[in-house]
């Protein structure tokens, strides 16, 4: 059974930054591309980010382009992400997520649909 293990959330001031993580287990890590998403309060999942396993190409929501990294390192079966320049707007529960399919490749949008198995969130407060 796959499963993901998000970790690193937590409360900071606008302007500093997170490194969140998402640890895979049960599934051929380096098979399989790694997205992020976020669920800000009272608003839709949105995705955020996602690294292919195949080149490791990676793409990014606009709002977050020059602000967030994303990466990974196959042999520690783990997806980073990581936040600079925080804004109170990334305040959300930020969830990683395993596509349907091995050998995604990441481009276009951060789609849920293409997404079927998930971690069960880190929290990330930006405020002052």
């Known amino acids: 059974q796959a499963q993901l293990v998000e970790s690193g959330g937590g409360l900071v001031q606008p302007g500093g930054s997170l490194r969140l993580s998402c640890k895979g287990s049960g599934f051929t890590f380096d098979y399989y591309a790694i997205g992020w998403f976020r669920q800000a309060p009272g608003k839709e999942r949105e995705g955020v980010s996602c690294?292919?396993?195949?080149?490791?190409?990676?793409n990014y929501v606009d709002s977050v382009k020059g602000r967030f990294t994303i990466s990974r390192d196959n042999a520690r079966k783990t997806v980073y992400l990581q936040m600079n320049s925080l804004k109170p707007e990334d305040t959300a529960v930020y969830y990683c997520?395993?596509?349907?399919?091995?050998?995604?490749?990441?481009?276009?949008?951060?789609?849920?649909?293409?997404?079927?198995?998930w971690g069960q969130g880190t929290e990330v407060t930006v405020s002052s």
């Open positions: 997520a395993r596509p349907k399919v091995p050998h995604y490749y990441c481009s276009g949008n951060v789609l849920e649909d293409d997404y079927d198995y």
């Open positions: 690294v292919s396993a195949t080149d490791g190409s990676t």
